[in-house]
């Protein structure tokens, strides 16, 4: 139970993306953007709600993970295959060193 917040918010990120690129309407895209910050938001409120003194560590997590909102997001809205490509590995770069810094904290 304690690291379920975490899966159900990278779910929602996973799922905004799949949704994102592989949906012709475009309302479907902007629920796909509103799915993906809801996954990050609630990775944010999680880092810091959980973090007794907040070092940098917790401010670094929370600046990469709205890197990785961003770059989500333009990686939803790119026209180019490869800016599409290139946006979302940095997007999960991004939230996976957050993630990691984070475990790091707990450990």
Do not use: H, N
Not at 7 to 21: D, M
Not at 71 to 84: D, K, N
């Amino acid at each position: 139970m304690k690291r379920f917040i975490t899966i159900l918010a990278v779910i929602c990120i996973i799922a905004g993306c799949i949704i994102g690129k592989l949906s012709t309407v475009p309302q479907a895209q902007l629920g796909a953007i509103a799915l993906e910050a809801f996954g990050f938001a609630a990775l944010i409120i999680k880092t810091l709600k959980q973090a007794e003194k907040k070092t940098w560590k917790e401010y670094t997590s929370v600046i990469l993970f709205a890197v990785a909102g961003i770059l989500c997001a333009v990686a939803g809205f790119a026209e180019a295959t490869m800016t599409s490509l290139i946006t979302a590995v940095f997007a999960v770069a991004a939230m996976i060193i957050g993630l990691f810094i984070v475990k790091k904290q707990d450990a």
